[in-house]
């Protein structure tokens, strides 16, 4: 638990779930929810997966820049993109997820390093850890044939 509470968001689901309405306490989020086709529902709205990959990736990718100017990595036209996974396990259902980061002008230890160091104070990654599984995917030229899970 947080010493002291910077922020709280609020947000409510209305109608029917994963098929209702989501709105936040401060109005600038007010959308639609379908299940994905994927899972048998219409697709005609966002879901709750697609939101928590938002929250994940933006919450991530500040979490690297900021590490990466601090420590002096070079973290211009960085990118993150989250994919989040969602599928049956036992009676209930689990979320993987893969982050892709996108460091274009660092070298691959030092784009790991950075991702690692951001995936151990992000609160997501933090909030995640030992109850869904991560991964950290480097690309461009960063990548490396060898990509730790």
Do not use: W
């Not at 009676?91 to 993987?96: E, G, I, Q, R, T």
């Amino acid at each position: 638990m947080p010493e002291k509470i910077l922020y709280t968001a609020e947000a409510k689901s209305t109608g029917d779930g994963r098929n209702g309405h989501v709105t936040s306490g401060d109005g600038l989020i007010d959308l639609d929810l379908a299940m994905p086709p994927a899972m048998g529902g219409s697709g005609a709205g966002a879901n709750p997966e697609e939101l928590f990959a938002a929250g994940y990736a933006a919450c991530y990718h500040g979490t690297l820049r900021s590490i990466g100017r601090r420590t002096g990595v070079r973290v211009d036209g960085s990118t993150v993109a989250a994919y989040v996974g969602i599928g049956p396990e036992g009676d209930a259902s689990d979320l993987v997820v893969t982050l892709e980061i996108y460091l274009p002008d660092a070298g691959p230890q030092q784009a790991r390093e950075l991702a690692e160091a951001a995936h151990q104070v992000c609160p997501y990654s933090r909030a995640t850890r030992g109850n869904i599984s991560v991964e950290l995917r480097l690309t461009g030229p960063a990548a490396t044939t060898e990509q730790p899970a």
